[in-house]
C-alpha cells in the first residue's frame, strides 16, 4: 500500500521514472496534487505501471501503490475496458482476438491445455503462450509434464491490477480450486507475471496458496545440473538479459536463473546498465495510450544494449519482444530465453515475431472496425463474476 505518512513528495518517483522524464519541481508539485485530489493527470498516459518507481523511493513508500488505488476507485463506478479483462465471460478481449489467427491449431491446443492429465507437476502457460506466441510452447524440452494454460487458467494478473484486494482473493482461490482438481501441487511458469501473482501476490493474501512455482529457465537449469538436459550447441554470443518488471516484487533470487542458464548454454552475459530490479520497463504497457514515450523508452534500452556489446536481447516476458523492431535496425535480435534453449538442443524456433504480432494487430483492427462500441463496453467484477456495464 501507498504510505503516505512515509512520503516526502520529493517528486523522485516522476522525474527519474523512464517514461515521465518530469522536472523535479513540477514532479514535486505533481505528485502532492495527485496525493490531494485522487487523480493521476498526465500520469495516467505515460505510466506503464512498471514499479520502477517502488524501487527507487527514498521513503519505500511505494508511490505505484497510490495509482493501483487511484484506478481501482475509478474502475469500482465506471469498470474496466473489456480489451484487458482475459476471462471468456468477455467475448471480445487480446485473448479472444488472438485466437482468431491459425485457429484451429489454438483450438485443439486448448483442448488439451483446459482438460489436463492429473499430475502434480505441470507447465503453466499463461495467457500468451496458449494464445499469441504459441510457438514458445512446442519443444522437446516441455514433454516430461502436462501443460495447462488457457483463460480458465489465467493467473488473473488483471483483476489485481484494477479490481481489488478482495476479488484477487477470490480469483486466487478459484486457480488454487482448479489446480487442486487436477493434482496440481507445482507449476512451471514461462510468464514472469504470472511469477508475481503466483509467487507474492496470492501467498501474500490467502494462508492457504502453497502452490510451488518454478520458473521455467530454472527448471532448464536444474535439468542440465542432474545430467538430463545438455547443450551440444553452444550459444557462442555476447547477450544481454532483459529483466522483466514483474519480477520487482519476486526475491531477489529470480535475478540470477536466466544468466546461469545463458552461461551454461555457452553465451557470454553482459550487462545493461539498468538491471535486474531496476531494469526499464520495454515500453509495451503503454505502446497503445503513449507511443512516443515507449519508443522513446525503446531507444533508451537499445542504446543500453549496444553499449554493453551485446550481440543478443534475451527476455523472459513475450510482452518485452516490443524491443525487437527496434533491436533489430541495430542488428541485435530479441529471443525469449527459451527460444535460446532451443537453439542449444539443435532444434530450431520459428521465431515468428513480426508475424504474430502483424497478424494480431490485424485482428484487432478488423474486430474492432466492425464493432466500434467494443472499445466502450465496460465490466466490473463482484464476488468473482464478471458483470457488463
Not at 95 to 120: C, F, Q, R, V, W
Not at 307 to 319: D, L, Q, R
Request: charged share 25%; hydrophobic share 35%; glycine share 6%.
Amino acid at each position: 500500500m501507498f504510505n503516505e505518512k512515509t512520503c516526502k513528495k520529493c517528486g523522485l518517483c516522476l522525474s527519474e521514472c523512464p517514461f515521465m522524464e518530469m522536472p523535479v519541481e513540477k514532479a514535486k508539485q505533481e505528485i502532492e496534487r495527485i496525493i490531494q485530489t485522487g487523480s493521476l493527470g498526465e500520469v495516467a498516459k505515460s505510466c506503464a505501471g512498471c514499479g520502477y518507481c517502488n524501487v527507487i523511493c527514498p521513503t519505500q513508500s511505494n508511490p505505484l501503490d497510490l495509482r493501483k488505488q487511484i484506478l481501482e476507485k475509478k474502475s469500482a463506478g465506471k469498470g474496466a475496458v473489456g480489451l484487458g479483462i482475459i476471462c471468456e465471460e468477455v467475448p471480445a478481449n487480446l485473448m479472444s482476438m488472438a485466437m482468431e489467427y491459425e485457429k484451429e491449431e489454438k483450438e485443439e491446443n486448448l483442448k488439451a491445455y483446459t482438460n489436463p492429465l492429473k499430475s502434480d507437476t505441470a507447465f503453466y502457460l499463461g495467457c500468451s503462450l496458449s494464445y499469441i506466441y504459441t510457438d514458445l510452447a512446442k519443444s522437446r524440452l516441455f514433454d516430461e509434464f502436462p501443460k495447462i494454460g488457457g483463460m480458465k487458467y489465467c493467473c488473473g494478473g488483471y483483476v489485481n491490477r484494477t479490481f481489488g484486494e478482495e476479488e484477487t482473493k477470490i480469483k486466487g482461490r478459484q486457480l488454487l480450486d482448479r489446480f487442486h482438481e487436477t493434482g496440481i501441487q507445482k507449476v512451471i511458469t514461462f510468464c514472469p507475471g504470472c511469477d508475481h501473482m503466483l509467487q507474492d501476490v496470492f501467498p501474500s493474501l490467502l494462508d492457504e496458496f502453497n502452490i510451488e512455482v518454478q520458473p521455467v529457465f530454472e527448471y532448464l537449469l536444474e535439468r542440465h545440473k542432474e545430467g538430463k538436459l545438455t547443450f551440444p550447441n553452444p550459444l557462442n554470443r555476447k547477450v544481454t538479459f532483459h529483466d522483466s518488471c514483474a519480477w520487482r516484487s519476486v526475491d531477489s533470487k529470480i535475478y540470477e536463473g536466466p544468466r546461469q542458464l545463458l552461461e551454461t548454454m555457452g553465451a557470454e552475459v553482459v550487462e545493461m546498465k539498468h538491471n535486474r530490479n531496476k531494469s526499464i520497463c520495454c515500453g509495451s504497457p503503454i505502446a497503445s495510450r503513449n507511443p512516443a514515450a515507449a519508443d522513446r523508452v525503446v531507444e533508451k534500452r537499445i542504446a543500453e544494449a549496444k553499449e554493453a556489446g551485446a550481440e543478443m536481447i534475451a527476455v523472459s516476458c513475450s510482452g518485452c519482444f516490443a524491443l525487437n523492431k527496434k533491436a533489430s535496425e541495430h542488428n541485435i535480435p530479441v529471443f525469449n530465453i527459451t527460444e535460446l534453449a532451443q537453439m542449444a538442443i539443435l532444434e530450431e524456433p520459428p521465431h515468428r515475431l513480426e508475424e504474430i504480432s502483424d497478424a494480431l494487430n490485424m485482428n484487432m483492427f478488423k474486430t474492432i472496425s466492425k464493432n466500434p462500441d467494443l472499445l466502450k463496453a465496460r465490466y466490473t467484477i463482484k464476488d468473482g463474476k464478471v458483470i457488463p456495464l
